[in-house]
């Protein structure tokens, strides 16, 4: 008999493939000398939705500390959540335990950030690619050995690499190897944690190519996090956009690039260079991104938006479509921006 995580309705083309809602990790912060007690929490992700569908590529883009990482980790269930639920293919996974995440193990996979520690140094590639297989018993037609080869030249590497150990490779190579372990299981969800910002800029247009082929080709969905928002835009069909674990803007890709509603996400496309660009377009944010400890009342980006007034403060804005935006365009803004224009940006707000 089938696992009920496995064997569960089918999805409609409607259904996400993979839905969180009202996602939330808080960690600890524990004072006292002698007795440890908790003090306080970082509100690293702070009640957050977001849905992929089958084969859909979604960016998850932020500034670092916004909690982009920590959510990839929760939808992988390398972390535990402290609220919210997070659904695949219709069942709720949550707070399911090893025994019963084992199912469905083979088919969320993860792409880690540094391609230097995400691999055994003691390990042949070999080994580190097949023992997704050894541990889930799978053997292929062929054997393991044989689908390890295919692997390796499916990334682009030489298949005759199979004995060699990971300090023998490039920081490229490397993460194609990790490509090739998270795609071991044939999995339909990967999780992309900033795979490419710990390479060369040389490297990187290489790599997200890499996996664009491997999306159209094997149909994978992808969360694709990062904050190289010209990557993002060449590699996701929909982005959302975090910021002090909140989404504050979701779109399609075009949508949100070419008429961005939120301030923040206006802030973060306007320091994206571009030829032509003018640097007078570039929107300078005052102060800094606050405490994940003590998050602003109301909106999260209100001490630093040149657009707060005083129901900012007092309301929490909801993620929802505003006046003229596109069908699926969100915005958590209570006064999201008309047109892509600087018209109502103070000067002093611009460099």
Same mark, same amino acid.
């Given at each position: 008999?089938?696992h009920p995580l496995?064997?569960a309705?089918?999805i409609s083309? +409607?259904?996400?493939?993979?839905?969180?809602?009202?996602?939330?990790?808080? /960690?600890?912060?524990?004072g006292?000398?002698? $007795?440890k007690?908790q003090?306080?929490?970082?509100?690293?992700?702070?009640?957050?939705d977001?849905?992929?569908?089958?084969?859909?590529?979604?960016?998850?883009?932020?500034?670092?500390?916004c !909690?982009?990482s920590? =959510?990839?980790r929760?939808?992988?269930?390398?972390?535990?959540?402290t609220?919210g639920s997070?659904?695949?293919?219709?069942?709720?996974?949550t707070?399911?335990?090893?025994?019963?995440?084992a @199912?469905?193990?083979t +088919?969320i996979?993860?792409?880690f950030?540094?391609?230097y520690?995400?691999l055994? @140094?003691?390990?042949?590639?070999? %080994?580190?690619?097949?023992?997704?297989?050894?541990?889930?018993?799978?053997?292929? @037609?062929?054997?393991r050995?044989k689908?390890?080869?295919?692997?390796?030249?499916i990334v682009?590497?030489?298949?005759?690499?199979?004995?060699?150990?990971?300090?023998e /490779?490039?920081?490229?190579?490397?993460? %194609?190897?990790?490509?090739?372990?998270?795609?071991?299981?044939?999995?339909q969800v990967?999780i992309?944690?900033?795979?490419?910002?710990?390479?060369d800029?040389?490297i990187q247009?290489?790599? $997200?190519?890499l996996l664009?082929?491997?999306q159209?080709?094997l149909?994978?969905a992808?969360?694709?996090?990062?904050h190289?928002?010209?990557?993002v835009?060449?590699?996701?069909?929909?982005v959302?956009?975090m910021y002090l !674990?909140?989404?504050?803007?979701?779109?399609? %890709?075009?949508?949100?690039?070419?008429?961005?509603?939120?301030p923040?996400?206006?802030?973060?496309?306007?320091a994206?260079p571009?030829?032509?660009?003018?640097s007078?377009?570039?929107i300078?944010?005052?102060?800094?991104v606050?405490?994940?400890?003590?998050?602003?009342s109301?909106?999260r /980006?209100?001490?630093?938006c040149w657009?707060?007034?005083?129901?900012c403060a007092? =309301?929490?804005?909801?993620?929802v479509?505003a006046?003229?935006?596109g =069908?699926?365009?969100l915005?958590?803004c209570? /006064?999201?921006e +008309?047109v892509?224009?600087l018209?109502?940006t103070? @000067?002093?707000a611009v +460099?």
């Amino acid at each position: 008999m089938n696992h009920p995580l496995t064997s569960a309705r089918a999805i409609s083309e +409607e259904e996400p493939l993979l839905k969180i809602s009202g996602l939330k990790k808080h /960690f600890p912060v524990l004072g006292g000398f002698l $007795v440890k007690h908790q003090v306080g929490a970082v509100h690293a992700v702070d009640g957050i939705d977001l849905a992929i569908r089958a084969g859909e590529t979604v960016g998850l883009v932020g500034e670092s500390g916004c !909690g982009k990482s920590t =959510t990839g980790r929760l939808v992988a269930r390398l972390m535990e959540p402290t609220d919210g639920s997070i659904t695949y293919k219709g069942q709720d996974i949550t707070h399911a335990n090893r025994k019963r995440l084992a @199912p469905i193990r083979t +088919e969320i996979q993860m792409i880690f950030q540094d391609p230097y520690s995400s691999l055994n @140094p003691r390990h042949t590639v070999g %080994r580190i690619i097949g023992r997704p297989m050894d541990i889930n018993a799978i053997n292929p @037609p062929g054997g393991r050995e044989k689908r390890v080869r295919e692997l390796l030249e499916i990334v682009g590497l030489n298949p005759e690499h199979y004995n060699r150990f990971p300090h023998e /490779f490039s920081g490229g190579q490397r993460q %194609r190897i990790g490509i090739a372990r998270a795609l071991a299981l044939n999995p339909q969800v990967i999780i992309a944690d900033e795979p490419v910002s710990a390479l060369d800029v040389s490297i990187q247009a290489q790599v $997200v190519n890499l996996l664009r082929e491997l999306q159209e080709q094997l149909d994978i969905a992808f969360l694709f996090i990062a904050h190289d928002l010209a990557v993002v835009r060449h590699f996701s069909q929909r982005v959302a956009v975090m910021y002090l !674990g909140k989404i504050v803007e979701i779109a399609d %890709r075009d949508s949100l690039y070419e008429s961005p509603r939120h301030p923040y996400t206006r802030a973060l496309l306007s320091a994206v260079p571009e030829v032509g660009t003018d640097s007078a377009e570039r929107i300078r944010l005052a102060g800094d991104v606050p405490s994940p400890i003590d998050p602003p009342s109301g909106c999260r /980006f209100r001490s630093r938006c040149w657009k707060a007034k005083d129901i900012c403060a007092a =309301t929490i804005p909801a993620l929802v479509k505003a006046a003229g935006s596109g =069908t699926g365009h969100l915005t958590a803004c209570h /006064f999201p921006e +008309e047109v892509a224009s600087l018209a109502d940006t103070p @000067p002093e707000a611009v +460099e």
